[in-house]
């Protein structure tokens, strides 16, 4: 069981962070993940992996005026 923005959801397999907000259809151009609180680059989404019990937070940034 992992938690993604503070739902929990079914874990099956070590995945991507790439791999889980395709999941997610979380596709916005600008977004920060952390994973336990740990700010992951975006250069590193193909490569950083979420494991069982790892709570993942996706925020996407907007900008306004």
Same mark, same amino acid.
């Given at each position: ?11 099956e397999k070590e995945?991507?962070v790439e791999s ?11 977004? *920060?993940?952390? +994973?336990?609180?740990? &700010? ?15 709570? *993942?937070?996706? +925020?996407?940034?907007? &900008?306004?005026?």
């Open positions: 069981m992992i938690t993604v923005n503070r739902r929990k959801m079914e874990y995945v991507s889980l907000l395709t999941l997610c259809n979380y596709t916005y151009p600008l977004i *920060v993940v952390k +994973i336990n609180g740990k &700010a992951i680059p975006q250069e590193e989404f193909a490569t950083a992996i979420v494991r069982d019990g790892d709570a *993942v937070e996706a +925020i996407h940034l907007i &900008a306004g005026g």
